[in-house]
């Protein structure tokens, strides 16, 4: 029998042992956490230490992680911001330099000859090598006006066909910086110097088919708010079901659900189909069909089939406007386009001619166009509707013909067409015609007809604005003169390339000439402009050539005039070189307006991390004046536990004997 310990009341050894040695235990675990605390600071060591408080402290310490990644963005931004406002600064001074240069030798100051401006030609050669190198400047590898795409090129800006050739983006390189979306880091050549063309934009809704793989998703829907499929209602004569279109994502998934929804309730009842941009219904059974939206729904109407059919012709529902993508099968186009013929696309001395012979999709033909090594390439229009074909080519002439056929026209690519506007000819100086009238209020004329039978009659151009427009006033005063327009007298364009085309089809010893009248070349701005003598034609040129119109372009029309001796040239150049500083303020402005954001936003962050920080303090650090003092209590208990032991451990029997 165990003995009474007296001081322990009714306590056993055994029991009083144990309790000490669990005492003692509990004491050194808890020293050892409070050392642990004292030694990294943190209350607690895992996760189950406090539970509780574990998911803020790891979603705080994730968060402070990303602060300091979007710090680092911004930090990158602010650099790379600052080096192209400097470089643009550096542009502009020698911008500045050129148009002074331009203005001396247009006002022939200090006794400017052909050989002086010839050498001031070379100064504004050696200007522009120093444009592009400050237009490739780059920082820490990343070029400051490359746009977004700039791992595969050397330089953004290179020498190309005698012009300046932008491999860049047209958009900026984008990080995650805090913000709700990325925000640009750098800029572009197109927003900095306008480096890029967008003239050649379709006029002309190439209305891609609907087909079984176009995704719901992309369609605009017959409501024009897209399509969300979820339950709609069909009837087949009095009997109705509803079925869920939810989860569809194709054309075919719903043809295949409404095709076995109608089924289920009369086999063969319905047929859906696929129209160019839609769909149909139609009953083919004894009972006519319906497809309805329930009370409150959209979905129906969204994919436009709210419609009812009692039999054939099936009833089209409304047009869900699929979009153009790079993935457009050219046979799905929904208009009539000439494959065969092909177009013709002219940048500076090269002319190539490509064909859509073997071609299938958009993003085939796009391919085609770049391997030409044109700098030409086709977009797809912000629609989703049509093309646009752009040159990434400043300095040179860029324009977009046919080949014997309609395929520019049909594409809506072609550059002089009759929907070209007249102020867009001869660099965007424009046609010039005659304005006013004489003492009979008769407004004066711009151009003249002579024809081989002595025909003759004018044509006052003053207030049109399009190629159209001049071809139906030349029309209806051939008309007016007696001619049968399209037998007599025809006027069109030119089958290969670009241009009008002129035809004298009467007999007679006349030449066939087209004059200008009046003080102005109205005729010559046109391209038509000629004498034919005893043929029967004018094949007129191409006056409504495109360009970059930007600062490489102006500076090379500059050195041009320079070379050339030709004072008009050079106070055009100089004017133009006047609209190009204003350009180069804005993007200036522009980049220093995402510095001063930047920086802001360096500010807004520094100051949600601190606090952040502060937060996550609060919530894992400890408190070491607490631990310390802790630490001490438990040190006097350890000590004074372990003398207690040592005195119950000394007793023996002797200690309980009376």
Request: charged letters at 20%; hydrophobic letters at 40%; proline letters at 2%.
């Amino acid at each position: 029998m165990s003995g009474v310990n007296p001081t322990s009341g009714r306590v056993t050894s055994l029991l009083s042992s144990s309790t000490l040695v669990e005492q003692l235990r509990k004491t050194q675990v808890d020293m050892a956490d409070l050392q642990r605390q004292l030694s990294t600071g943190l209350k607690y060591d895992s996760v189950s230490d406090a539970p509780g408080e574990a998911s803020s402290i790891l979603s705080l310490r994730r968060r402070l992680l990303e602060r300091d990644q979007e710090l680092d963005n911004l930090a990158e931004s602010a650099s790379v911001l600052n080096t192209a406002d400097q470089a643009i600064k550096d542009f502009k001074e020698i911008v500045l330099e050129a148009r002074t240069l331009a203005q001396e030798a247009a006002n022939e100051l200090g006794g400017s000859d052909a050989e002086s401006r010839k050498a001031q030609a070379i100064v504004v050669t050696e200007q522009l090598d120093a444009l592009i190198a400050i237009a490739n400047r780059d920082i820490l590898g990343v070029p400051l006006f490359a746009g977004n795409d700039y791992t595969d090129i050397d330089e953004p800006f290179v020498e190309f066909l005698g012009g300046v050739r932008y491999l860049g983006a047209d958009s900026g390189l984008r990080l995650d910086t805090g913000q709700s979306r990325p925000s640009e880091i750098n800029s572009n050549g197109a927003d900095a110097f306008g480096a890029l063309t967008t003239r050649v934009a379709s006029n002309v809704d190439l209305n891609p088919a609907l087909t079984g793989t176009s995704r719901l998703a992309t369609l605009d829907g017959a409501r024009g708010q897209g399509i969300t499929p979820g339950q709609v209602q069909i009837s087949v004569g009095a009997t109705s079901a509803v079925i869920d279109l939810a989860g569809s994502e194709t054309a075919d998934d719903i043809i295949t659900r409404l095709t076995a929804a109608f089924d289920a309730i009369t086999p063969g009842s319905a047929a859906i189909t696929l129209t160019n941009n839609g769909f149909a219904l139609e009953a083919t059974g004894v009972d006519p069909v319906t497809i309805s939206d329930l009370p409150g729904a959209t979905s129906a109407a969204d994919l436009g089939i709210s419609i009812t059919n009692t039999g054939f012709p099936p009833t089209a529902g409304g047009d869900l406007n699929p979009p153009l993508t790079k993935n457009t099968r050219l046979a799905d186009l929904g208009v009539a386009v000439d494959f065969a013929s092909g177009l013709v696309i002219n940048q500076g001395s090269r002319s190539e001619t490509i064909t859509l012979a073997g071609l299938e999709t958009v993003e085939d033909l796009d391919n085609a166009i770049r391997a030409l090594d044109l700098g030409v390439r086709l977009e797809i229009n912000a629609g989703q509707t049509g093309f646009n074909l752009i040159s990434e080519v400043s300095g040179v002439s860029f324009s977009i013909g046919e080949n014997g056929g309609t395929t520019a026209t049909d594409l809506g690519l072609r550059s002089y067409s009759a929907d070209t506007r007249l102020s867009d000819f001869r660099n965007g100086m424009g046609v010039l015609v005659n304005e006013g009238s004489d003492d009979l209020g008769n407004n004066y004329s711009d151009i003249g007809f002579r024809l081989h039978d002595g025909t003759s009659f004018d044509v006052d151009l003053e207030g049109l604005t399009t190629v159209g427009e001049v071809i139906t006033a030349i029309e209806n005063e051939a008309a007016a003169a007696g001619l049968t327009v399209g037998v007599d007298f025809v006027v069109g364009f030119k089958a290969v390339g670009n241009g009008l085309e002129i035809t004298d089809n009467t007999a007679g010893g006349g030449d066939f000439e087209v004059v200008n009248l009046g003080s102005n070349l109205t005729a010559d701005h046109l391209g038509i402009a000629g004498n034919a003598g005893a043929g029967n034609a004018i094949a007129g040129r191409d006056t409504a050539t495109i360009r970059a119109e930007n600062v490489f372009t102006h500076l090379m029309d500059l050195r041009d005039a320079l070379t050339g001796d030709d004072t008009s040239g050079i106070a055009l150049a100089m004017d133009n070189i006047g609209n190009d500083l204003n350009d180069i303020d804005t993007a200036r402005a522009n980049i220093a307006t995402q510095a001063s954001r930047t920086n802001q936003q360096i500010q807004r962050i520094e100051d949600m991390k601190l606090t952040e920080e502060i937060l996550l303090s609060d919530l894992q650090d400890a408190d070491l004046t607490e631990v310390v003092t802790r630490f001490t209590q438990l040190q006097q208990q350890l000590q004074a536990s372990l003398t207690a032991g040592g005195q119950i451990q000394q007793l023996t029997l002797l200690n309980f004997l009376s």
